[in-house]
């Protein structure tokens, strides 16, 4: 084995063949089995392995859009299974952007946020509320539901309502740091689910815990989004504007002052960095794609109420997060996907299986230990054991590698007549 | 010319009396020493002029500004940079990134140009890390542009420590104890740094430092604090010998032998 990965390293085609054939295979056997959810999950992990092969940046992003794009739709389409997986490869999309947000907040700039979800919420009802004849009630003008074809705008919207609450949340916040930082978020979340639930009165705003039904599917041009397969695309959309700008974040001026913050605050402000601003950037941001995605969230469910945004959801993100590695995007996509799809496939599938096989008499289980709640317990004992053997997640963050030649030649420039520098000799021996 | 004058600086801990009615000028292009036995208020003194904290008295003035009041990043807007006695580095990301936080207020690329990645972006970007690599290449560090900077050796955490002080291009510097845990060959390389930087950078340097053979060579004017009151200032050799010092130093009985 040893032997075959040394071969294969440096050998960019044979790398190229083998994921070929790999996406063909996997392709093959669910366009043929299909309903199989192992054929499903094995063509997702065609991505992790093309994000260990070492093509160039480009490439890699050409291959994963066609697989994404194309190849996962097509050959999962023909069956009967082709809306739940289009539905649970959303699901992931949604829940990527969610933890890619929500890394920012802890994994760049360090700050332990336990309420997350409440911007996804915020998204989530800002859309609700006026595509459904909800706003009709405290809006004076207007006339509502907002036709489908708001959604795009509102995604903007949610955006940046998201954006403006995680302002406002930091503004008091910010004061208190660490331990305290994390109560008083996770207390912020809640308040938010709770002020959802309670105002229905004295003017009807969100429904209460009856929560807003019929929310209008986007539509663009006649043409609605109904269906799991057509969110999927928007998801993937949104997702890879999402990424962009978070890598484009992490390696600029404001990802170096949140990781700085992270580090050494003291140190930080000593180098003219403006804590409060950088901490507030970060919440906005991370908050930002969060509500993107509330928006989508609740065009896709048709329906919003506040027990979708419970503590548990804002843990579960965490989880996501941690697992996958703080502060690592790659390892966060991997985080959120494997979480994702254990809790909606792996997990609900064994315990299928468990109780078909309890049913036919094959194995009996004790009523403490019914299939149904071995699941979360096997889901707390597969967290137990990473945090145990890979605290650092499943891919890690890597600091990036600077060129030093180019910036030998470049720093010439940067000396004044002075300074005689002699690289290395500085004032050591 | 003096560039920093501080006057009737006064900070209380609940009842004690951290710094006291200190006074101070330190004139353009000096090297001045801090000095006191341990407790005697001199970090306290330094984070009162940086503004991580507030004075409850005084004043302290940066040329014709008065800095108090000022929040720390405020007051390294305003050309003062400083290094840590406990050293404060960036421990998990390189050692050029280090240097580029220092870079952090000449850097004009808001959140929009980010997105986008303008080309002024990523020009000052680039101008950003070649700038970095020239601090790292002036304090000897150039090699490790890539490494962790907490995997870097004591001496050289130091060093980095100066350079992403210098990178913020500083009127004014303060090292905190930049000798400590040194050998004396480095605490040699070190004093003759601390000379060169100030012909090189025209920067004005106060240091705080315990290791009198460093004190004594480099500085110009000495300022001897203790239980948070100034208790002598003057040139090396008046210090040498001023009496209070030398008590305050190895007790009474030092002075007075019974």
Known sequence: MNKLTSKLKGNKLAQIILLVLYVLITSLSLYLAQASVTAFLLLLFSLLLLYYTELPDRLKWLIAGVVLIGVIPFVSSTGPGYQSYMEVATVVGIYVAMALGLNIVVGLAGLLDLGFVAFFAIGAYTYGIFATGQAANFMPFGTFPLSGESFWIFILIGCFVAALFGVLLGIPVLRVKGDYLAIVTLGFGEIIRIVFNNLDKPVNITNGAMGLASVKPPEIFGYQFVYPNQFYYIVLGILFLVILAVRRFEFSKIGRSWKAVRENEIAAQSMGIHLVRTKLLAFAIGASFSGMMGVVFAAKQTFVDPTSFTLLESITILVMVILGGMGSVPGVILGAAVITILNLQVLTEVTNYLNQLSLDGVISFPEALAPAKMQRFIFGAILIIFAIYRPQGLIPSKNPVFDEESLKEGSKKHRKEQITVEPDKGFQA | ?258
């Open chain 2, 1 to 258: 010319m003096s560039i920093l004058t501080v006057s009737n600086l006064t900070k209380q801990f609940g009842g004690l009396v951290a710094v006291n009615s200190v006074d101070m000028t330190v004139e353009k292009g000096s090297i001045t020493a801090v000095i006191g036995p341990n407790g005697a208020g001199k970090t306290t003194f330094f984070n009162l002029i940086t503004g991580v904290y507030q004075p409850d008295n005084g004043n302290v003035q940066l040329g014709p500004t008065s800095l108090v009041g000022l929040k720390p990043h405020e007051i390294s807007r305003h050309g003062i940079a400083r290094t840590f006695q406990n050293i404060r580095l960036f421990s998990n990301i390189t050692v050029l990134e280090n240097v580029m936080v220092g870079l952090h207020k000449q850097l004009k690329a808001g959140i929009v140009g980010t997105l986008f990645q303008t080309k002024k972006v990523r020009e000052e970007e680039q101008l950003a890390k070649e700038e970095a690599y020239h601090w790292l290449e002036y304090v000897g560090l150039a090699k490790h542009l890539n490494e962790d900077a907490q995997n870097l050796s004591y001496g050289a955490q130091r060093r980095l420590e100066i350079a992403r002080a210098l990178a913020t291009k500083p009127k004014l510097l303060l090292l905190d104890e930049p000798a400590a845990g040194m050998n004396p060959r480095e605490t040699r390389e070190l004093t003759e740094f601390i000379h060169r930087m100030r012909e090189d950078l025209d920067v004005t340097i106060v240091l705080i430092e315990h290791d009198m053979k460093l004190v004594m060579e480099i500085s110009e004017q000495i300022f001897v604090l203790d239980h948070g009151e100034k208790i002598a200032e003057g040139k090396p050799a008046e210090i040498r010998n001023d009496v209070k010092v030398i008590e305050a130093y190895l007790g009474k009985s030092a002075v007075t032998p019974a």
